[in-house]
C-alpha cells in the first residue's frame, strides 16, 4: 500500500480541482518557488493556505462524486480503509473523511470489523 485513501480519491476524480493537491504540497514545503516574496508575512499565508489544501481537498473531492463508493469500487483495498481508521485516533481530518465514508453506505458492513457500525463508533 505505497498511497493513502486520500490519494486514490484525488487520482480518481474528474474534477480539476482534485489536481491542485501536487501543487499544493510544493507551495507547502517551499512557498517562495517561483515567485518572489516581498513581505515575510506572505510566507507565511502561502505556506498556511497550501497546508489547508492539503488537508481539505480530499474531502472536498470526495462529497462531489455523485456515487463515491460506486466511483471508487476497486481502487483501495481494506488495508486503506483500516490505515484511514487507524489514523482518525489522532488525525481529526481523517476523522472527518472516515465519518464523510460511513455516512455515504451507513448500512454497510464495517469493512474494518466486519460489524455493522454507527456514527457513535468513530
Known amino acids: ?3 493513502k485513501l486520500e490519494e486514490i480519491i484525488l487520482d480518481t476524480s474528474p474534477e480539476i480541482k482534485a489536481k491542485l493537491y501536487q501543487p499544493a504540497k510544493k507551495a507547502f514545503e517551499a512557498p517562495d518557488t517561483g515567485i ?3 513581505k515575510p508575512a506572505a510566507y507565511k499565508v502561502i505556506k498556511d493556505c497550501a497546508e489547508t489544501t492539503l488537508l481539505f481537498l480530499p474531502i472536498e473531492i470526495f462529497l462531489k462524486f455523485k456515487n463515491p463508493i460506486q466511483s471508487l469500487r476497486g481502487k483501495f483495498t481494506r488495508d ?3 490505515d484511514l481508521y487507524n489514523r482518525t ?3 481529526s481530518v481523517a476523522k472527518i473523511l472516515f465519518q464523510l465514508i460511513l455516512d455515504t453506505c451507513p448500512k454497510a458492513p ?3 470489523t466486519g460489524k455493522q457500525i454507527g456514527r457513535a463508533h468513530v
Open 110 to 112: 464495517c469493512i474494518v
Open 1 to 3: 500500500m505505497n498511497k
Open 36 to 38: 518572489t516574496i516581498n
Open 89 to 91: 485516533i489522532s488525525d
Open 80 to 82: 486503506h480503509v483500516i
